[in-house]
């Protein structure tokens, strides 16, 4: 199975912060990679898919980049309706498997 | 507009079964292949089971093998996932997803208890 290692697991930051999670794959993955948000008792939403596409409707100052295995989504500017859990998510081969997910709180 | 729209969650004692359905709208149902994601409480996502767009094909996570079923019927728009022998680990918020997730249901709880 392909282990997905997200980092970091938690992290608070203050607004306007630029704001790093990674998730490095443990088998080539290519660009079958999408991340999403997740707020207290909502459905996952899809932010970035494809690594590095932006999703519809997704404020631009979030963007996903790739360095060979790893997986990076960035906030370049964080703002409070960014407070929320991201996960990625790995679809290239089964079984898909998540990262253990990133709770991003206010500093 | 997409919608998915789950039901049959609750409360079911371990050993017994649930069947959980997804109501799919909004787009061409069998052109696409489907996904059920679970969420135990307070943990991260984890993938259950996808079926491919025409029900050919199926996958499941190993810890359900045997015991869940996904399947879909592509003339009511609706994707089933059909669990049995329900253990206290299965507890979870069931999501429907139109793979790889685009698309995601409001989820449904299941509660595996005696």
Not at chain 1, 2 to 31: E, W
Not at chain 2, 78 to 103: H, K
Request: proline share 4%; hydrophobic share 30%; net charge neutral.
């Amino acid at each position: 199975d392909i282990q997905m290692t997200q980092s970091p697991s938690s992290m608070s930051a203050s607004l306007g912060d630029r704001v790093t999670i990674t998730c490095q794959a443990s088998q080539d993955i290519g660009n079958n990679l999408i991340w999403f948000q997740q707020k207290p008792g909502k459905s996952p939403r899809p932010m970035i898919y494809y690594a590095t596409n932006l999703a519809n409707g997704v404020p631009s100052r979030f963007s996903g980049s790739r360095s060979g295995s790893d997986y990076s989504l960035t906030i370049s500017s964080l703002e409070s309706e960014d407070m929320a859990d991201y996960h990625c998510l790995q679809y290239k081969q089964y079984p898909w498997t998540f990262g253990g997910g990133t709770k991003l709180e206010l500093k | 507009e997409v919608q998915l729209v789950e039901s049959g969650g609750g409360l079911v004692q371990p050993g017994r079964s649930m069947k959980l359905s997804c109501a799919a709208s909004g787009f061409t149902f069998n052109n696409y292949d489907m996904a059920w994601v679970c969420q135990a409480p307070k943990k991260g996502l984890e993938w259950v089971a996808t079926i491919s767009y025409d029900g050919s094909s199926t996958y499941y996570r190993d810890s359900v093998k045997g015991r869940f079923t996904i399947s879909r019927d592509n003339a009511k728009s609706t994707l089933y996932l059909q669990m049995d022998s329900l253990r206290s680990e299965d507890t979870a918020t069931y999501y429907c997803a139109r793979a790889p997730g685009g698309y995601w249901g409001q989820g449904t709880l299941v509660t595996v208890s005696s």
